[in-house]
């Protein structure tokens, strides 16, 4: 199962979500894939790693229509995210 880094277990309500209001008109479903790719309160090594991954999930959100290959994309992102930040070392 899917474990979060030690230092991304911090509770996204924490997460500043001024970014997201562009997206509130989406889908809920892509809406609510967008949280978890916030960054801004990550530590400064792992946010290095999130946040061009967080930028590119945006801009695909921009770019394409909304429906279920999108948000299976950005779930399948987010588990790439995930991936990329546990090869960091601790």
Not at 19 to 26: I, K, V
Not at 43 to 59: M, S
Request: hydrophobic fraction near 40%; proline fraction near 11%; aromatic fraction near 6%.
């Amino acid at each position: 199962p899917w474990t979060a880094h030690p230092a991304c277990r911090d509770s996204v309500d924490d997460v500043p979500m001024e970014t997201m209001d562009e997206f509130a008109d989406r889908h809920p479903e892509v809406a609510g894939l967008l949280a978890p790719f916030e960054y801004t309160h990550l530590p400064e090594h792992i946010r290095d790693v999130a946040a061009p991954i967080g930028q590119l999930a945006r801009d695909l959100v921009r770019a394409l229509p909304g429906g279920p290959e999108l948000a299976a994309g950005l779930r399948n992102l987010l588990d790439a995210r995930g991936c990329f930040i546990r090869a960091l070392p601790e």
